[in-house]
């Protein structure tokens, strides 16, 4: 669940709570955000943000599936850690256009995974730091008539001890409010999208990933907008 909205004309402020679950492993938190926007042409814009906040971090052991169960990593119980994490983003944007850059896991916090009790017998060190990620994304809109616009974009993900990941979609949108699409990436895994946008206010959306090391999955989302009436003529 996420909140944002302007402050002023230069200033945006947000927030953000979840809860992922993956197999054995979960993650619930959340965060705040600064963003600081100003225009550097009359046609170029210049954004940057900051955002801040706690994530707590689960590991069931019983869930895990290893070949050595006397593995260090296995020792104690299930492992539970609250972490402070940081993202710092810079955005350029043009009235058709933006590119961006965004660096999660910016403190590269340790998650201290193994059991203390073991770590202090054996001398072993204790890692498992979350390693900072670079992400670098852009979007070209491009309006064929009063109805009809087509966005390609890109999503280029990169992390120390991990080939690149590339991402590529399209988008089409039609009269600003039903929009369908399909992104492809570099592994092989294709997705299908699909949304529509009610008023201006809520937005309803819909992914199918058909072809992911995982299986397939859906995704399901719902936006909501909330106008300043106060202001709309």
Known sequence: LSVYGSKNENVALGGMVFNDETGPTSRIGGNVSYTYSFSISKSMNMAFALSGGFTQYKLIKSGLNVQHENDGY???????????????????SGKNWYIGAAIPQLLSTNLNLLD???????EDENEGALTRHIYVLGEYNHSFNALWAVSPSMLIKTVAGAPLQLDV???????????????????????????????????????YDMMSALGSSHEFMLGV????????K
């Open 225 to 232: 907008r909330f106008i300043d009436t106060a202001n709309k």
């Open 116 to 122: 203390e009790n073991f770590t202090n017998t054996y």
């Open 74 to 92: 296995l020792q104690g119980g299930d492992v539970v850690r609250s972490l402070p994490d940081a993202t710092f983003g810079v955005n350029l």
């Open 169 to 207: 979609g399209v988008k089409g949108t039609y009269n600003n409010n039903l929009w369908a699409g399909m992104n492809y990436r570099n592994n092989g895994e294709l997705a299908a999208l699909l949304g529509y946008s009610i008023k201006d206010r809520y937005t309803i959306g819909y992914s």
